[in-house]
């Protein structure tokens, strides 16, 4: 059965860092992208950045890019989101997600409705 789990979230300092782990079933890692989200209290959920299996392409919302790293480990059945210079704007639920379309254009895996099942999220907050 697919299954993601995520972990490493928590309470940082702004300017801090901290990185989250998705972990998958080996069928559900083996689908095509793997996106993380974001969900503040009282806003809509939020595209975070995704890395695609195929060729390990990588795309990120602007307001992560260039703090904001993710990864994969194949060995490990696991995806990672490094977030390096924290912000208090950063405070969300992060949850990752399995797509199994393998998308030519990397923006379609910001749409939450590509993505075909969802981890519980983990909490990340960041005090001013």
């Known amino acids: 059965q697919a299954q993601l789990v995520e972990s490493g979230g928590g309470l940082v300092q702004a300017g801090g860092s901290l990185r989250l782990s998705c972990a998958a079933s080996?069928?559900?890692?083996?689908?095509?992208?793997v996106g993380w989200f974001r969900q503040a209290p009282g806003k809509e959920r939020e595209f975070v950045a995704a890395i695609k299996r195929s060729d390990g392409s990588t795309v990120y919302a602007d307001s992560v890019k260039g703090r904001f790293t993710i990864s994969r480990d194949n060995a490990k059945n696991t995806v990672y989101l490094q977030m390096d210079s924290l912000k208090p704007e950063d405070t969300a639920v992060y949850s990752c997600?399995?797509?199994?379309?393998?998308?030519?254009?990397?923006?379609?895996?910001?749409?939450?409705?590509?993505?075909?099942?969802w981890g519980q999220g983990t909490q990340v907050t960041v005090s001013s």
């Open positions: 997600a399995a797509s199994t379309a393998d998308y030519h254009y990397m923006s379609n895996y910001g749409v939450p409705n590509n993505y075909y099942h």
């Open positions: 080996r069928r559900t890692f083996n689908t095509a992208g």
